[in-house]
């Protein structure tokens, strides 16, 4: 198994000697000028990611109302700039030699159909743009905290998935969102894991209490074992051969999450 981090928990130094993948997390990289790419930032990140030989994922930019309104994708609602945004994230992981880049999907609208009408059309042009640059889209399932979210729930991803019916549109499992979906029940974490992993491509591993706070709704991305995600649910992806990627914030973190999930997985 190949664990990775993104690359906010720490200088790429540092997690060389911890894991063997990172996840470029586009919107907070630093390599963005109001809209515009920033191209000789982005090549000294590369540069630095080849030199720790490195496995690549990418996180392309999604809605997020502390984000930069110029950085804000909700994928029910895009625009001409919102594509332009993450074709470039596509664009990136083509160059980093990764072939997942993850996506959120979108916020729900006044018109709940007619949002999810925009956003599988969305989605359906973005696959096509993934089949061009060689590269997977992995769709986020979000945390059911926030009840504007699409795709909270595994069977509502699941149908996303199979309406787009393209094989460059897969599904990214975060399994600390899955646990807030799930009031942080052991059983329905397994029904909701065995109900998406047909397409499951990719992994976000972080851990919560299962339940909304006024903080980030309950998402605190804290590293597992830490909270009360059961991480043994993962035994039922035994054919999975992607990136564990550890979505957690400090090199602590990392390291005590490694610890937990190999634990749970091996044990």
């Not at 109302?65 to 994230?89: H, I, R, Y």
């Not at 996303?160 to 019916?165: M, Y």
């Amino acid at each position: 198994m190949i664990f990775g981090a993104s690359s906010f928990a720490g200088p790429l130094r540092d997690l060389k000697e911890n894991v063997g993948s990172i996840e470029l997390y586009v919107p907070k990289l630093g390599i963005y000028n109001a809209s515009v790419l920033e191209k000789k930032k982005l090549e000294h990140i590369l540069d630095e990611i080849s030199a720790y030989n490195f496995a690549v994922t990418v996180h392309a930019p999604y809605f997020a109302p502390k984000s930069p309104a110029f950085l804000q994708v909700d994928t029910a609602n895009m625009g001409e700039k919102d594509f332009t945004l993450l074709e470039e994230s596509m664009a990136i992981a083509n160059r980093a030699g990764a072939n997942v880049v993850v996506l959120h999907p979108g916020r729900i609208g006044p018109y709940r159909d007619k949002s999810f009408a925009s956003m599988v059309n969305n989605l359906e042009a973005l696959s096509s743009l993934a089949e061009d640059y060689g590269v997977i889209l992995g769709l986020e399932n979000k945390e059911g905290t926030d009840p504007l979210n699409f795709c909270c729930e595994a069977e509502e991803l699941y149908r996303t998935i199979e309406i787009v019916n393209s094989e460059h549109l897969q599904a990214t499992l975060d399994i600390g969102h899955a646990n807030l979906t799930c009031g942080g029940s052991p059983e329905k974490l397994r029904t909701f894991v065995q109900t998406l992993q047909k397409y499951i491509i990719h992994l976000h591993l972080h851990d919560n209490y299962g339940q909304w706070t006024d903080k980030y709704d309950g998402d605190e991305h804290m590293a597992p074992g830490k909270g009360c995600v059961d991480f043994s649910v993962l035994k039922l992806l035994s054919d999975y051969r992607g990136i564990y990627n550890l979505e957690v914030f400090s090199l602590e973190d990392v390291q005590l999450g490694k610890k937990v999930v190999e634990k749970a997985l091996y044990s």
